[in-house]
């Protein structure tokens, strides 16, 4: 079991350049969760989805879209980078018999 | 939406020391509450986590504690170690595995 894995770990982008955060998991989870990390506070919540087909935003989610094709993948789009837009991102996924988050390695996104 | 506050924002103690992080959420709703301990560079890593219809749970040297009414819950970390040193966040969760975190509590232990 890889668990969840996150693809790349670290990248830089141009203002207004776009690019897809990839997130995977294998534990054939239902639920799975972007969260943003910016330096010194804590994670805040982008997009979400209970299954396959089916996503909801979260506290934050302008300038981000998602996509949950399958069970096992949850890309996480930028679609025009901002400076504000850098920051660690945290992919986590949990499964239907209990609450537990299991989150993904991160990626460190810088945008000049 | 639910909002959650953490406190203090950093704790030093000694070792040996105990060690108590506190937290309120606004939302009645909520059922699921975890406390992550994240290390530098490192992802969240779950450490405890409690559900509504509990008010306390304890696992070796760490503890949590919830009042449902008062609409808060607390970690609690006896004999605290240097390896204890990180930073840990609330969290609590309405339904739908979508976590909304508190702002995280800086924890140095002096050995």
């Known amino acids: 079991n890889a668990g969840v894995t996150q693809t790349p770990k670290f990248q830089v982008l141009k203002t207004g350049q776009s690019m897809t955060l990839q997130c995977a998991q294998d534990?054939?989870?239902?639920?799975m969760s972007w969260y943003r990390q910016d330096p010194g506070m804590g994670l805040r919540l982008i997009h979400y989805?209970?299954?396959?087909?089916?996503?909801d935003q979260g506290e934050v989610p302008n300038g981000y879209n998602v996509s949950r094709s399958t069970t096992e993948d949850f890309p996480l789009r930028l679609l025009s980078a901002a400076p504000s837009q850098t920051s660690v991102y945290f992919c986590?996924?949990?499964?239907?018999?209990?609450?537990?988050?299991?989150f993904g390695p991160g990626t460190r996104l810088l945008v000049l | 939406g639910e909002n959650v506050e953490q406190h203090p924002s950093t704790l030093s103690v000694q070792e040996g020391d105990s060690a108590v992080i506190k937290c309120t959420y606004s939302?009645?709703?909520?059922?699921?509450f975890p406390w992550y301990k994240q290390e530098l560079g490192k992802r969240p890593q779950l450490i405890i986590d409690?559900?509504?219809?509990?008010g306390e749970k304890k696992d070796q040297r760490i503890a949590v504690t919830l009042n449902k009414t008062a609409k808060h819950f607390s970690l609690h970390i006896t004999e605290t170690q240097p390896e204890d040193s990180a930073v840990y966040f609330c969290?609590?969760?309405?339904?739908?595995?979508?976590?909304?975190f508190g702002s995280g509590t800086r924890l140095q232990v002096q050995p």
């Open positions: 969290a609590a969760e309405t339904g739908r595995r979508a976590l909304t």
């Open positions: 989805s209970v299954g396959a087909g089916i996503t």
């Open positions: 409690i559900r509504s219809n509990v």
């Open positions: 534990m054939n989870h239902e639920y």
């Open positions: 939302d009645s709703a909520s059922n699921y």
């Open positions: 986590a996924s949990s499964g239907q018999g209990r609450e537990t988050q299991y």
